[in-house]
T-cell receptor, first 109, second 116 residues
């Protein structure tokens, strides 16, 4: 079967760094997306990884290891507005996105 | 950047009535539009994939006669929830791919449907 495993909830302090891990199992693989979703809003695109390694985009970086079925999202210099759910979504061989429930990140002052 | 405009943002309707949700791609042509539903604290659930000029492909367990999808043009896709019931109350979101996959899927702002 296909599944995503992410922590349900994480807490971090403003200004700190947090790493959100994601392990996945899919039928085939065509890359992995990270999305941010604030409560009551639609997801917004953060990153896409298809090759192994780290992709850096400002305060956010995303890492992929295809052999391990593992990815993480790294958020630096945390701001209160980063409080949101973070969704890891791999794409299977049919180019279907597989969605988990995401990780709710709580930022404290 | 690419924008998908979704209307209405929220709607309250009486049980048994129908509700239409529109998604327009504002600065690109969306050959394919994806329709999702999301219940509180749950993952996005793909309901159907609509392709311009052809019938939508529904996911297993989604009633095609209840959730009517029309994709008559490259910039407009609609989802009509027919004979809505309280259990249809949910957050409905459309999504499309603009350009290459590296830009990610763009989502509409979502529609909060409450059936009373």
């Amino acid at each position: 079967g296909q599944n995503i495993d992410q922590p349900t909830e994480m807490t971090a302090t403003e200004g700190a760094i947090v790493q959100i891990n994601c392990t996945y199992q899919t039928s085939g693989f065509n890359g992995l997306f990270w999305y941010q979703q604030h409560a009551g809003e639609a997801p917004t695109f953060l990153s896409y990884n298809v090759l192994d390694g780290l992709e850096e985009k400002g305060r956010f970086s995303s890492f992929l290891s295809r052999s391990k079925g593992y990815s993480y999202l790294l958020l630096k210099e945390l701001q209160m507005k980063d409080s949101a759910s973070y969704l890891c979504a791999p794409m299977d061989s049919n180019y279907q996105l597989i969605w988990g429930a995401g990780t709710k990140l709580i930022i404290k002052p | 950047g690419a924008v998908v405009s979704q209307h209405p943002s929220w709607v309250i309707c009486k049980s048994g009535t129908s509700v239409k949700i529109e998604c327009r791609s504002l600065d690109f042509q969306a050959t394919t539009m994806f329709w999702y539903r999301q219940f509180p604290k749950q993952s996005l659930m793909l309901m159907a994939t609509s392709n311009e000029g052809s019938k939508a492909t529904y996911e297993q367990g989604v009633e095609k006669d209840k959730f009517l999808i029309n994709h008559a043009s490259l910039t407009l896709s609609t989802l009509t929830v027919t004979s809505a019931h309280p259990e249809d109350s949910s957050f409905y979101i459309c999504s499309a791919l603009m350009g290459g996959i590296t830009y990610g899927y763009t989502f509409g702002s979502g529609t909060r449907l409450t059936v009373v």
